[in-house]
């Protein structure tokens, strides 16, 4: 008995070294809620409107021999506040959630976790980096990644936000056209 009160006392120690510096959490049961901010790198408000690719992953109980388990992937967006603050929901039956940051003038942002047990909340802060070469940094890595969730229909993103991505994408191309660069 006293072993498992030890235990369960430093639970939150050891869960806390394996975290970036930029997440923090709350001891609970199992995670449900995600919340930050998304920031500029110098920790001011972001001046430009961002928003997020929130993408959980559901374990199907299909597992081949030699391989690892299927996971069926859906997608939606969020949108922080103004001040950049924002809080997502971790779907229960969801075993992994994958989150992307997205800003005009800025690197993407990538964050991944998988539900463990002692995990009740996470707090992330996202950093966002300017890009100096945003227009390559759009049509190398930004555009295609979110082109996917319009044209892939496995992601189940809801049609309303597939145009939302639609019209940010060809806003971004207008103003490259334009030849005005953040």
């Known amino acids: 008995m006293r072993c498992l009160l030890l235990l369960l006392l430093f639970l939150p120690a050891l869960l806390g070294g394996c ?12 995670t449900r809620w995600i919340d930050g901010t998304m920031l500029k790198q110098n920790a001011k408000v972001l001046n430009t409107k961002g928003f997020i690719v929130v993408l959980e992953y559901y374990s199907k109980f299909i597992k081949f021999e030699n391989e690892s388990p299927l996971y069926a992937p859906k997608a939606r967006l969020v949108f922080p506040e103004k001040t950049g603050s924002f809080r997502i929901g971790f779907d229960l039956n969801a075993t992994a959630i994958d989150l992307a ?16 047990v002692g995990v009740g909340e996470l707090l992330y802060n996202a ?25 892939e229909q496995r992601y189940k993103m809801p049609d309303s936000q597939q145009l939302f991505i639609g019209n940010w994408l060809a806003e971004q191309r207008m103003e490259f056209a334009g030849g005005k660069e953040n």
Not at 101 to 116: E, L, P, T
């Open 19 to 30: 975290y970036p510096e930029s997440l923090n959490y709350k001891p609970g049961w199992g």
């Open 101 to 116: 940051f997205v800003a005009s003038g800025y690197n993407m942002q990538r964050f991944r976790f998988r539900r463990q």
């Open 127 to 151: 950093r966002m980096v300017h890009s100096e070469a945003w227009k390559n940094e759009f049509l190398l890595h930004t555009g295609p990644f979110l082109e996917d969730f319009i044209l």
